[in-house]
């Protein structure tokens, strides 16, 4: 459920890639009813935070998922 709240959230821009880092992908979250902002992290970390509601960047969380990748997505929608 976590990967489909992702795409979500891709769609409806409270997630939007920001570059690359090292090779990975890096991702802004956006939450307007705080006024918070999360800026480069990886989609294992988004991910992570939807299943538990705690943020944390861990880069040892890093997963190479297609499924999670928006051109991927796009691409094939």
Do not use: R
């Not at 709240?5 to 891709?10: A, C, M, N, T």
């Not at 990748?69 to 796009?74: A, K």
């Amino acid at each position: 459920m976590s990967k489909v709240i992702f795409i979500w959230w891709l769609l409806n821009g409270t997630v939007t890639p920001a570059g690359e880092h090292e090779g990975h992908k890096m991702y802004t979250l956006w939450f307007n009813e705080t006024n918070q902002v999360i800026d480069y992290a990886y989609k294992s970390e988004v991910i992570n935070y939807i299943e538990t509601g705690i943020f944390e960047y861990n880069e040892s969380l890093e997963l190479d998922d297609p499924i999670l990748d928006e051109e991927v997505f796009y691409s094939k929608n």
